[in-house]
């Protein structure tokens, strides 16, 4: 939802800098209409890209562990109701929005179809009623007319109905109305749904003014019978207050010629930006199409095939002699059919190193924060052997780090064509003080 709405947000600022004063009214209709609907269709778009950064991304990636002051599994446990019970509450108040909007937008339309049902004449589209405020509008295919409207009054006002029925703009009342039940919190969607309506009018005015109804007279009607307004919410009305000094401005302005329509063109680059800058990523394929045998082949086969696309030596080490002794004559494997099983788990691993790793007084008293990136191997015995730092912060926190993974306990060891084989795993660990 975060996403669509970046993208409406960001459609309606090229729509009211480019387009919203120009005559172009079937453009700009087309445009708010597709704008909603590529906003809907876009954050699902998927682009591949290369990862970023100089850290070797091989081995299994585990979840990222948070260590702050208060460490421990009480911690860790209320921390993550916490979010929970966050996560539920803001789920529960945009549903909540979204329920009662469909129910109002479902009643009205019930609403309009029993004043159909109770008022319609045979082999007639037009539908007298009492007791709106308003002198007419159109929906579902009907014309609405007050029953207080003169003749001639009631003429002309069914000539503007016509045009909206003839524009199929109740369709697009209904759609947008639909769309802000889901984006009720995103006051872009209201600004779109006035925007659209305004165009709506002014189409319709003008295919009137097109059929040679004065300017004067038709402006006087529309006066006459502004501060008469208030009809159902998914309809057209023709005396809605808001948009009055608008539509009598557009119907005397100068229409806009089509060398304005290239003003189209900048929504390219706009919506590739948006694109670029909020759309999903993940791994380019082309990253590891001469890799086709990583399952079974170890890392040391890979050294020569990924050199120049992937840096393979760890920017910091801790590694110790004993490490080294415990190591496995044969490299460890990325991935293999049966990868290591921790006790319990990954999420059992994971609370391991929450419970077990303590925040250095050192980096404490001087505000040190980072995230410390550790690999080690889980050797073909299960234990932990070659655990290095990839990416680290301070000695100390680095240090700490090691510490807590060295004493993880035996993992049930991967295996590969049924044999017990090393493999290679990575873990996150954030320090924070917040």
């Not at 007791?131 to 159109?138: E, H, I, Q, R, V």
């Not at 788990?345 to 550790?374: C, F, R, W």
């Amino acid at each position: 939802m975060v996403k669509v709405s970046a993208y409406l947000i960001a459609f309606y600022l090229v729509y009211t800098i480019l387009l919203s004063r120009d005559t172009a009214y079937g453009r700009n209709r087309a445009f708010i209409l597709v704008s909603i609907f590529l906003s809907l269709l876009l954050p699902f778009i998927t682009l591949q890209t290369i990862r970023p950064g100089n850290i070797q991304f091989f081995g299994k990636m585990l979840s990222d562990v948070f260590i702050s002051e208060v460490s421990g599994k009480d911690h860790l446990i209320t921390r993550g109701l916490t979010q929970v019970s966050s996560m539920k509450l803001v789920s529960s108040i945009y549903f909540t929005g979204v329920i009662i909007l469909l129910i109002k937008l479902l009643a009205d339309l019930i609403n309009l179809l029993f004043l159909i049902l109770q008022q319609r004449n045979e082999g007639s589209r037009i539908i007298r009623f009492h007791g709106f405020n308003t002198a007419g509008f159109s929906a579902m295919g009907y014309i609405f007319i007050s029953s207080r409207l003169s003749r001639d009054e009631a003429f002309d006002i069914v000539k503007h109905e016509q045009n909206h029925i003839k524009q199929k703009h109740f369709f697009d009342i209904i759609f947008i109305e639909t769309i802000k039940a889901f984006q009720w919190f995103n006051p872009v969607i209201y600004l779109f749904s006035r925007s659209l309506r305004a165009i709506h009018e002014y189409q319709a005015d003008q295919e009137c003014l097109n059929s040679g109804i004065p300017v004067v007279s038709y402006q006087s009607l529309l006066m006459k019978q502004v501060f008469k307004s208030g009809a159902f919410n998914l309809s057209n009305s023709f005396s809605n207050p808001s948009l009055v000094k608008k539509r009598m401005i557009m119907m005397t302005k100068k229409r806009t010629s089509y060398l304005a329509g290239m003003k189209l063109i900048a929504v390219i680059p706009v919506t590739i930006l948006l694109v670029l800058t909020i759309s999903g990523y993940k791994e380019n394929s082309k990253q590891t199409e001469n890799l086709p045998n990583i399952v079974s082949s170890p890392l040391s086969s890979l050294n020569d095939k990924i050199s120049g696309i992937i840096p393979l030596q760890p920017t910091a080490s801790l590694e110790t002699q004993e490490d080294k002794s415990e190591e496995s004559k044969e490299e460890p494997f990325v991935v293999v059919e049966e990868m290591p099983m921790f006790p319990g788990g990954d999420m059992a691993l994971l609370n391991y190193i929450s419970q077990n790793t303590i925040y250095p007084e050192e980096a404490k008293t001087h505000n040190i924060e980072g995230k410390v990136i550790v690999r080690f191997c889980i050797t073909e015995k299960g234990s932990v052997s070659r655990a290095t730092v990839l990416k680290g912060v301070a000695p100390d926190l680095d240090a700490e780090a090691i510490r807590v993974v060295k004493t993880l306990p035996q993992f049930n060891p991967g295996k590969q064509g049924g044999k017990p084989v090393p493999v290679w795993y990575m873990v996150p660990i954030t320090y924070t003080l917040k």
